[in-house]
């Protein structure tokens, strides 16, 4: 089983459109994160949740939107995309806040 | 704010050859993790080191965290080529649950 799974892998869309990538972790843990990685691997680091509340929202536009339906779950929406959202979004998840994190395999976003 | 610079960039290197990048930051770190990515692939945890002056070695990995909590090293002893991807430390940005990560250095090994 894998520990922390995010779907779709890819995904291609149009500027403007509204689109979401999920997030699951089956490791019980009580934090779960998105990174985003730009073209040069930067990891930036947008949200974080903890037990449900959100503990810390990064500068992201707020096009983006987190969503966790319960403490497994980390969704990520994004509406209005533009070209520079193009990027591969990371979730993460830990036991504890800045603990280690296990990453999922990562959404790769193309905005034409 | 707390300001983590992760050195070098980049660094090319022989098969055989030993690499080294460090992460050094302005302020005290509670602990520091290191992370490896493949390409395209996704950062995978390493290790973390939380004690002033700890080594860890994990076969041919040494990691370092400095006596004043302020610095921090991987070393890799006679690389391989699948030691090929970008290293990144991370740390605790100070707010709670905020894991920040270094830029990386990407390692590339010349067979």
């Known amino acids: 089983d894998t520990a922390v799974s995010q779907t779709p892998k890819y995904l291609v869309t149009q500027m403007g459109n509204d689109k979401s990538i999920k997030c699951e972790q089956n490791l019980g843990h009580d934090t779960m994160y998105w990174y985003k990685q730009d073209s040069k691997k930067f990891l930036k680091i947008m949200f974080s949740?903890?037990?449900?509340?959100?503990?810390i929202n990064e500068t992201v536009p707020n096009r983006f939107s987190p969503k966790s339906p319960d403490k497994a779950h980390l969704n990520l929406h994004i509406n209005s995309l533009e070209l520079g959202d193009s990027a591969v979004y990371f979730c993460?998840?830990?036991?504890?806040?800045?603990?280690?994190?296990?990453f999922g395999q990562g959404t790769r976003l193309t905005v034409v | 704010g707390q300001q983590v610079m992760q050195i070098p960039q980049y660094q090319h290197v022989q098969e055989g050859e030993d690499f080294t990048t460090y992460c050094n930051s302005s302020t005290t770190l509670s602990n520091i993790q290191w992370y490896k990515q493949r390409p395209g692939g996704h950062p995978v945890f390493l290790i973390q080191?939380?004690?002033?002056?700890e080594v860890k070695k994990q076969k041919r990995l040494t990691f370092q965290f400095g006596e004043a909590k302020k610095n921090s090293s991987l070393h890799i002893t006679a690389t391989q080529t699948t030691d090929v991807g970008t290293y990144f430390c991370?740390?605790?940005?100070?707010?709670?649950?905020?894991?920040?990560f270094g830029k990386g250095t990407k390692l590339s090994v010349k067979p």
């Open positions: 993460a998840s830990s036991q504890v806040p800045h603990g280690p994190a296990f």
């Open positions: 080191l939380v004690k002033s002056g």
């Open positions: 949740y903890n037990n449900k509340e959100l503990i």
């Open positions: 991370a740390y605790d940005g100070g707010s709670q649950g905020n894991l920040i």
